[in-house]
C-alpha cells in the first residue's frame, strides 16, 4: 500500500482554459480477497475559460468517448500496482513529472493519467 496524502490540488490547463481540481485519496481496507481500494473524490474549481465545465477545454474528461458525469465526481478503483503507479504520477509535483514525461506537457500527461483511471473503475 502505498502511503499517499489525503488531498492534493492538481490545475489542468489548455490554451484558453484552467482547472483546478482539488482530489481527495483514501484508502479502503478489505477483508475479502484481499481486494483493498483507493477512493478518489474530485471536487473541481474553474479557473478561467468556460465556466460549465462540461464545456470548459481543460476538463479532463471532455475529449473522451465515453465521457459521463460522474466522472467528475471520482471513482473507486482497485489497489494494485497499475493504479498505485497512475497515482502516484497523478499527484507529483509538475516540476518533478516534467522531467520523465518526455516532449508532451505535463497537464496533458496528468489528462491522459485521469482518463486511464476513469477506465478501471471497481
Known sequence: ??????NYTINFKDSQSEIKLNLKIKYIKSNINNNDKYDLTYQWEIISG?????????NPFINMNDYDNTDLEGLIIINNKLSTELIKHLVMPDNELSKIIGNGT????KKRIINSLALFWD
Open 1 to 6: 500500500m502505498e502511503n499517499f496524502n489525503p
Open 106 to 109: 505535463v497537464s496533458d500527461y
Open 50 to 58: 468556460n465556466q460549465n465545465i462540461h464545456h470548459n477545454f481543460a
